[in-house]
Each structure stands twice: as C-alpha cells, then as structure tokens.
C-alpha cells in the first residue's frame, strides 16, 4: 500500500564532480564526470521515499529565481510535491559544489544552508498534514519544523528527525520526535561521545534512537534495548547523499516494519547507492 509522508527542510542544487582529489589552493582540476541534481538532506530522503514507490511532500523555501526551474524538474521525475514556503522571492536557492574523490568515494561539499532561506510558520497550508503517514525533518527550517511537529504529536503522526549535525532549535522539536536517526557528527550541548548523546536524546523520551557511522554498526537503544547492527561491506564510490538516502529508506521500512528491520533495510539501500556516481544513478541500475 502506497503511504504518504512530508519530508520538512533544505532544497538545493547539487553541482557534483568526480574528480581525482578535491581541488587545492590556486589548483584548477578537471573532473572525470559531473552531474547536476536537487539536493538537501529533506530533499535526497523525498525522493528515495518515492522512488520505493510511495508519495513524499517536501516542504521548504524554493522561490521564484531561475535555478528553481532545474530544482523542479528533478524532482518532477520523482512525483515529490513541492510545497514552497516562500514562493516570491527572488533569491537563489543555495547551491552546492561537491567534489567526490573517485579512489575513495568521499566528498567535499561547499555550500550554504537554510539560514538565509527561513520559512514563516504563516506560510504553512492549513491541510500541511491531511493524509500524512509520517514526518521526515531535517533541522534546516526549525521554525516552521516545530510548529508542525508538535501539531503532528496531537495528531498520532510520528516524527523522524535526521540528525546529520546539530543545529540549534533542535531542543525544542526532540519533545515531539518517535525517531532520532542521528550520524556520528550529532553532538547536541555539552555531548562529547555517542553515550551522552544517546542519554540527552533519551531525556527527551524519545522511544528509538540510532547513530549510524559510516561503515562502521548502527548503534541503536528502542524502548531501551540496546544493540548493534552490521552494515553491508561494499566497494565504495561515492558516499554523496547516502544518509540522506539511508533516512528516506527508513522513512519507507518503518511504516512496514519494525525499528531494528527499518534500519537494517535501509542500510542495504544507503550501500546500493554508495557504489553510484552520484544522487540519482543507484536508481538507474
């Protein structure tokens, strides 16, 4: 059965290469193979939500510049509903440089985040939440993230937060979240190791958490169960997105599964797409 879900944060352009090595100082480089793609934490999860065959919202400031016209028409491929928060302005969604080193699969990223784009909470559509089975947020419109997430904790709709890295405002949505899907670079206040993590995130009575680190396990505590789960050993060619990916995997495995299950399986997916050049190509294949 189809299931619905909105995916709450950044939107961007992707200008990604592949590349010998990330470029030094005064060095020009010529890359090996590039492509172009909408991108963002929010954004990557939305599409591999519908890409495993359900309908994602994605909800965030998009505007009327020029670059959102290339934005759209990626994401038009994958059937994401773009619900724009400020449709009038003129400014230019944030634009990512990535630079993937084709021997090892990592990535140098420049770019700008949702701190110049900021939704107001009056531009959300009074149906934001008919129909939606689960909530993804990414922590890059915390404004516009909190008034919905405490709105879908009256409603029984459960929250995911992708905890790529601490953003402040965050404290102040864990309250409402049924699952904190964290990296190894979370580190809340006065956090220095994966335990205190775990216990600030278990403060807020946040029934399952996960931190996940690269090829290394998955740790994870659900309903105060503790564990490990292994993830696939793969040959690496660009790690670009695959958080992101492994967060609309899971996204789409909750609501068929169990906890543990949902992030084994999207863990599988993160792994797929880890051997692709790119945020789309793994979908290709």
Same mark, same amino acid.
């Given at each position: ?27 020009? &480089? ?5 492509? &172009? ?47 724009? &928060? ?200």
């Amino acid at each position: 059965m189809t299931k619905n879900a909105l995916f709450i944060g950044l939107i961007t352009l992707d200008i990604i290469y592949l590349a010998p090595s990330p470029p030094q100082s005064n060095q020009k &480089l010529v890359a090996n193979d590039y492509t &172009l793609a909408a991108g963002g934490p929010a954004t990557n999860a939305s599409v591999t939500f519908s890409y495993l065959g359900n309908q994602a919202k994605l909800l965030g400031v998009l505007g009327s510049h020029p670059i959102q016209k290339l934005i759209t028409a990626d994401l038009l491929k994958f059937r994401i509903k773009v619900i724009d &928060l400020s449709t009038f302005t003129q400014e230019s969604p944030p634009v990512s440089s990535i630079t993937v080193t084709e021997s090892t699969g990592e990535r140098a990223v420049i770019s700008i985040n949702a701190v110049k784009t900021q939704g107001e909470i009056n531009s959300i559509p009074a149906d934001i939440l008919d129909n939606i089975d689960l909530i993804l947020i990414d922590g890059h419109q915390m404004a516009v993230s909190k008034f919905i997430a405490e709105n879908a904790k009256n409603q029984n709709i459960p929250v995911v937060i992708d905890g790529g890295s601490w953003k402040p405002g965050f404290e102040e949505i864990l309250p409402f979240v049924d699952y904190a899907i964290c990296s190894a670079n979370f580190y809340p206040p006065n956090c220095h190791n994966k335990t205190e993590v775990f216990n600030y995130l278990q403060s807020f009575k946040i029934p399952h958490i996960a931190i996940t680190c690269g090829e290394q396990p998955i740790e994870y505590i659900s309903n105060n169960n503790i564990g490990l789960i292994d993830v696939p050993k793969i040959k690496t060619v660009d790690t670009l997105g695959a958080g992101d990916i492994f967060h609309g995997a899971f996204c789409h495995y909750i609501l068929q599964t169990n906890f543990i299950d949902a992030l084994a399986l999207a863990s599988n997916i993160a792994g797929r797409a880890c051997q692709y050049f790119g945020s789309r190509r793994w979908m290709e294949k």
